[in-house]
């Protein structure tokens, strides 16, 4: 019996609709967009779709080869993307994994190591897997190499080895300024220190002592090393350790050291005003036609004085001149014919002026003691001292201001202090209660040129303080 095959069953109505929809709208994409544009929309889209199938392959099957640039999509792939409305094909296009194998590769031989409390060069090169011989090498090669020793806690050093295990190359960065360098070539190792030059830009600062003058001027964003310069300026006509009351005020124009917007550190004060007890006091920083730089007034009058108010910052007075004061080691009236400052021990010591170093020794009951003939008429004396500082000596010469000893207990002391004493012809007198002498003002050219400086900075001042004062208001 003659078998009938059966015909295949005609496609479904809605599938042939279907495909004739999709034939008339590729011919009209055809006919609108030049072939140009419509070649480049199928680069997007051939991309965004073979990222899709390299993520949801299945990476134990063997993918066939294929030419660069060419697609493993199937030749509808781009109609159903553009037809599909799942979330798979609404999602950004992802970069090819490629790009991950484009980046550099880290470098084995580079380490970089901080430095932790109790670390030293050597725990340092352990970390960086070098031996003692290597670190020997290193600091012994010049006397400059051994400034890699001083470490500090954070601070960052760059170790790059060779090959075989030795030291390449050493790097440090010890501030935002300086950064020193060891390298090794083919005669040993080779030192070089690089130095940032900083932009310099004037910055005011503002401040009223509710406390003290330390803790003001850091509100106001002074640093200490710029506080302590504040004080110098004024030293001259404030006592810092007696005659700063609560509501005095101050005010600075001073530089910034900046690199890359970065503060970095402090320069000059160039002009300052300090109230004190209702008086103030101007300064404004002058450099002479000879290269001499001072302090003077608004108006050209020297701040610079014979001798300096006090001889140790910020301390405190415990005890004053006087012709009959109870010793309390001695239990006996006895004339104190000086001022004590208490400090901490350690604390520095200036000289109150110019002169020449008479004593630099030990002195009985003063302990160590310098004593400085100033000139034929004034002489002073600094007593308990804990020790000298470098190059202070009988016969040798010292500059007003200069630190010639530190803050002891020596001799018949009870405590920590500076003993002070200041004679004029020989004989003692309360060194608060001097008038102290003052050096030549500005005078001829020289005026002319301080005061076009000295005037815009004290308006700048005037400008500052009421723009600050404006703005609080608000």
């Given at each position: 019996m003659t078998s009938i095959s059966k015909a295949p069953p005609p496609y479904p109505k809605s599938h042939l609709l279907a495909a004739s929809g999709i034939a008339a709208l590729l011919s009209l994409a055809l006919l609108v967009f030049p072939s140009r544009?419509?070649?480049?929309?199928?680069?997007t889209l051939n991309l965004d779709l073979n990222a899709s199938e390299q993520l949801e392959s299945n990476p134990s099957e063997p993918q066939q080869p294929r030419l660069p640039g060419e697609s493993n999509a199937s030749p509808f792939a781009q109609i159903d993307a553009q037809n599909s409305n799942t979330?798979?094909?609404?999602?950004?296009?992802?970069?090819?994994?490629?790009?991950?194998?484009?980046?550099?590769?880290?470098?084995?031989?580079?380490?970089?190591?901080?430095?932790?409390?109790g670390d030293t060069l050597s725990t340092v090169f352990q970390k960086a897997g070098l031996t003692p011989t290597h670190l020997h090498e290193a600091l012994n090669s010049s006397d400059d190499a051994k400034r890699f020793g001083q470490l500090k806690v954070g601070q960052v050093l760059e170790v790059k080895l060779t090959q075989d295990g030795g030291l390449q190359h050493l790097q440090s960065k010890l501030s935002d300024l300086e950064?020193?360098?060891?390298?090794?070539?083919?005669?040993?190792?080779?030192?070089?220190?690089?130095?940032?030059?900083?932009?310099?830009?004037?910055?005011?600062?503002?401040?009223?002592?509710?406390?003290?003058?330390?803790?003001?001027?850091?509100?106001?964003?002074l640093s200490h090393n710029m506080t302590m310069d504040l004080a110098n300026v004024f030293g001259y006509d404030i006592d810092?350790?007696?005659?700063?009351?609560?509501?005095?005020?101050?005010?600075?124009?001073?530089?910034?050291?900046?690199?890359?917007?970065?503060?970095?550190?402090?320069?000059?004060?160039?002009?300052?005003?300090?109230?004190?007890?209702?008086?103030?006091?101007?300064?404004?920083?002058?450099?002479?036609?000879?290269?001499?730089?001072?302090?003077?007034?608004?108006?050209?009058?020297?701040?610079?004085?014979?001798?300096?108010?006090?001889?140790?910052?910020?301390?405190?007075?415990?005890?004053?001149?006087?012709?009959?004061?109870?010793h309390p080691i001695l239990n006996k009236i006895r004339a104190h014919k000086g001022v004590d400052y208490a400090a901490p021990r350690g604390t520095p010591i200036k000289a109150a002026g110019d002169g020449r170093v008479q004593l630099a020794g030990r002195r009985g009951g003063y302990g160590n003691t310098i004593i400085i003939q100033h000139n034929k008429t004034y002489t002073t004396l600094y007593g308990h001292m804990q020790?000298?500082?470098?190059?202070?000596?009988?016969?040798?010469?010292?500059?007003?201001?200069?630190?010639?000893?530190?803050?002891?207990?020596?001799?018949?002391?009870?405590?920590?202090?500076?003993?002070?004493?200041?004679?004029v012809n020989g004989v003692h007198v309360d060194p608060l209660s001097q008038k102290l002498a003052m050096a030549d003002p500005i005078s001829g050219p020289d005026k002319t040129r301080f005061m076009q400086m000295s005037k815009p900075l004290m308006a700048q001042m005037d400008q500052e303080k009421a723009t600050m004062l404006a703005l609080n208001k608000r």
């Open positions: 544009e419509v070649e480049a929309k199928k680069t979330p798979q094909a609404e999602k950004p296009a992802e970069k090819p994994a490629e790009g991950l194998a484009q980046l550099p590769p880290a470098d084995p031989y580079t380490k970089l190591i901080t430095v932790a409390n950064t020193i360098t060891l390298a090794k070539t083919d005669k040993g190792f080779d030192f070089k220190r690089e130095l940032t030059k900083p932009t310099v830009r004037t910055a005011y600062a503002h401040g009223v002592i509710n406390s003290s003058l330390f803790l003001s001027a850091k509100r106001a964003g810092f350790a007696q005659d700063i009351r609560e509501g005095d005020e101050f005010e600075v124009i001073y530089e910034q050291k900046v690199v890359n917007d970065k503060q970095v550190g402090d320069g000059n004060i160039l002009a300052a005003r300090f109230v004190n007890r209702g008086k103030p006091f101007t300064a404004v920083r002058y450099t002479n036609k000879q290269g001499s730089t001072s302090y003077y007034t608004a108006d050209g009058n020297s701040m610079r004085k014979a001798f300096i108010r006090t001889p140790v910052d910020f301390a405190r007075i415990s005890s004053r001149f006087s012709m009959g004061r109870f020790g000298f500082a470098k190059g202070i000596k009988t016969g040798g010469m010292v500059k007003q201001g200069q630190v010639i000893g530190y803050i002891g207990t020596t001799g018949l002391s009870t405590g920590p202090h500076l003993h002070y004493e200041f004679q």
